[in-house]
């Protein structure tokens, strides 16, 4: 091949100074190790001792390779036994034959009857015996600082896998090292066959007990890959496990292996269509992720995390392995009625599990989220949720909180409702913020927007106790009596918006716990409004012009200056401080209480009217019974007058009925209402 610079002279002049300077300096160098170099000049002239000493060392090699050759590796079996029991506080025994073959570019190692036991404690169950097992290490890897293990083959083992309420786990060989939750990871294996296992699994904390076997066989027939069955219980109830997966051969770190998932119990089903990212990490894979079922917090029971009670459930998402950290990304599917989208991530900080999630719905049933406070779900065959209490003709819902799930992991929740089905309270949009922490739920803000108002507070639930201690404080802006109180004969009884607050604390396991035990104030108030004047009339017990218009159906309407109820709770009872109905024909004042213990009432309303009339009962308004069924009456008087009384006052007590907030200030002046709004403040 021509080269331009051999005929260049002065590159051929510079390139014979500099090669003959480099020659000279490596010859100088050369003289130098062979005048002065021992080392040099016994390979080079080797005298007597410098050949004793090869030969010694041949020798040695030599023996030690027939040592190796010949070697009884048996010999071993004791003293690695007794070393690896007196590291790990465990029985372990190497009873079989133990194989090795040194002279390979692939080392194999074959262990016989190998057994590992349980800690003391784990009911004398040995954790791993194996009949056979076999492995092989590529040496040119090993060199590299790598391990390749070219084939594990493993003959009926079994593992016993115990963990206690505690957190104590049989199988971790060293309980002192922190869980990470990154999964297991094992080196790469070209081949992997298992043969007859089985695993047994006794999880005290969740209530599982499972049977299961396990085989990873060649070939290309049926039983081929990797098959994984399980049958066993959860919290009593059937459970099954199933996992799937190609035959283990040829199998390379940057090729993911496929896999399928089932695990069903406690009216639950989990389904996981994946891949692990660099087979035999399982800290890494990709799945698709489907879950249903009839309760989410029975999830907790196949996957430790706390979730509320719900309505049947459907989900799925890409869920995403990442060492401890999962990710439920872009997950969709309907809880009850509802439907939701949105994402999920679960980690290990430290030695506590947490979980995030953003949460949203486009339209939102009202008695799904309502099933979060412990009522009971009844989805309709039109695909509504029904909500009850649970208890037949009661309000509050007596589902206990399961504390000791609170205390198990920290997280957060972000909830967006964009719009809401049509409810009889007429909400249309709602949001909750939450955050778990040690044990604290702490719900912050929580926001119900109305067709017209809104509702806003937090509520905080302290589980580190055995009965947990709740506080809430919860405000009402605007909502119209009207969506209340029902219209009579096609008009509306009585308009106005209501101001009101709620603050309440006490200990409880349940919503209807909480109510009875705790203390606080209870207060709603109607700065102004408009009452039809027959309602109106009867509140003073006038007869003669309540009854007439009311039979008449009259529509006139009488302004409602001031409409004050305000309760001071202790022990779950609610006694009236202050209760007054100011109109522009009658002033009414009340007294009484709710308790909401047995969630009854009984109220006493004196009404006195400002102008005279022919006809005048003085008889006071009794309403008392079970807070979804008042009784409304007169104290005493007229039968005749009694009945149409009733049915009349019936429809102004809902108010005390239906609503449970606290007061926020408002324009009332008289009948008390300026001062009941101060104090409110």
Request: with cysteine; net charge neutral; charged share 25%.
């Amino acid at each position: 091949m021509f080269n331009a610079l051999n005929e260049n002279p002065n590159w051929s002049a510079f390139r014979e100074r500099a090669m003959g300077q480099a020659g000279t300096r490596v010859r100088a160098w050369r003289d130098w190790v062979v005048e002065n170099d021992p080392i040099y000049a016994a390979v080079r002239k080797p005298g007597p001792p410098e050949k004793i000493a090869a030969a010694i060392a041949l020798i040695v090699i030599t023996a030690v390779v027939l040592f190796l050759i010949f070697f009884d590796w048996n010999m071993l079996r004791g003293p690695i036994g007794r070393w690896a029991s007196a590291k790990y506080d465990r029985q372990i025994e190497l009873n079989g034959d133990l194989d090795v073959n040194l002279f390979s570019w692939e080392p194999r190692a074959q262990i016989r009857d190998l057994r590992i036991g349980g800690p003391d404690w784990a009911r004398e169950k040995d954790t791993l015996k194996i009949d056979d097992i076999q492995a092989s290490v590529r040496l040119r890897s090993l060199f590299a600082g790598r391990v390749e293990m070219p084939l594990v083959a493993i003959a009926r083992p079994e593992v016993v896998l115990i963990s206690t309420e505690d957190g104590r786990k049989s199988w971790v060989l060293d309980p002192d090292k922190l869980d990470t939750g990154e999964g297991l990871k094992l080196p790469p294996i070209n081949r992997l066959i298992i043969r007859d296992g089985r695993v047994s699994l006794d999880e005290q904390n969740r209530d599982i007990k499972l049977e299961a076997t396990v085989n990873a066989r060649e070939g290309s027939d049926g039983d081929a890959g990797f098959h994984l069955d399980g049958q066993g219980t959860i919290n009593g109830t059937p459970m099954t496990l199933m996992v799937r997966g190609g035959p283990f051969i040829n199998i390379r770190r940057d090729r993911p292996y496929a896999f399928r998932g089932e695990v069903t119990g406690v009216g639950s089903k989990l389904v996981a269509n994946g891949s692990i990212t660099r087979p035999f990490d399982l800290g890494h894979f990709n799945a698709t992720l489907s879950l249903q079922g009839r309760d989410l917090a029975d999830i907790y029971l196949l996957t430790g995390i706390t979730t509320p009670n719900t309505p049947p459930y459907r989900i799925e998402g890409a869920l995403t392995r990442s060492n401890a950290k999962f990710t439920l990304n872009d997950f969709t599917g309907r809880i009850g009625s509802s439907d939701v989208s949105g994402d999920l991530t679960v980690d290990k900080v430290g030695d506590r599990r947490r979980v995030d999630a953003v949460i949203n719905s486009r339209l939102l049933d009202i008695d799904d989220l309502m099933t979060v406070l412990g009522g009971k779900p009844q989805v309709t065959s039109g695909g509504n949720t029904v909500l009850t209490s649970g208890r037949p003709g009661r309000l509050l819902p007596d589902a206990p909180l399961n504390v000791e799930r609170l205390r198990v992991m920290d997280g957060s929740l972000k909830f967006r409702a964009e719009r809401v089905k049509r409810n009889n309270l007429d909400v249309r949009k709602v949001s909750a913020d939450a955050v778990l922490k040690d044990g604290v739920l702490d719900l912050n803000p929580v926001a119900f927007t109305f067709n017209r108002g809104e509702l806003n507070g937090t509520a905080k639930i302290n589980a580190t106790r055995d009965v947990p201690y709740s506080a809430i404080d919860f405000r009402l802006r605007g909502y119209p009596l009207e969506s209340i109180i029902p219209a009579r004969n096609g008009a509306p009884t009585v308009t106005g918006s209501t101001l009101g607050r709620a603050k309440l604390e006490g200990p409880g396991k349940s919503v209807h716990d909480f109510a009875a035990n705790s203390k606080g104030s209870i207060s709603v108030i109607v700065p102004h409004g408009r009452m039809r004047a027959a309602f109106a009339e009867l509140l003073g017990i006038n007869a003669s012009a309540g009854l007439f218009r009311l039979l008449g159906g009259d529509t006139s309407t009488s302004e409602i200056r001031c409409a004050v109820a305000d309760f001071a709770v202790s022990g779950g009872v609610a006694r009236t401080r202050t209760f007054v109905i100011d109109t522009t024909p009658v002033l009414a004042q009340g007294s009484g209480t709710i308790d909401l213990n047995t969630e009854t009432m009984n109220l006493k309303i004196d009404g006195e009217t400002k102008e005279a009339r022919l006809i005048r009962l003085w008889s006071p308004i009794t309403v008392s019974g079970l807070l979804t069924a008042p009784k409304v009456g007169v104290e005493a008087g007229p039968a005749v007058a009694q009945v149409g009384l009733g049915a009349a006052l019936a429809a102004l007590v809902s108010p005390l009925v239906a609503l449970l907030p606290f007061v926020d200030p408002g324009l009332a002046e008289d009948a008390n209402c300026g001062a009941l709004i101060s104090g409110a403040r």
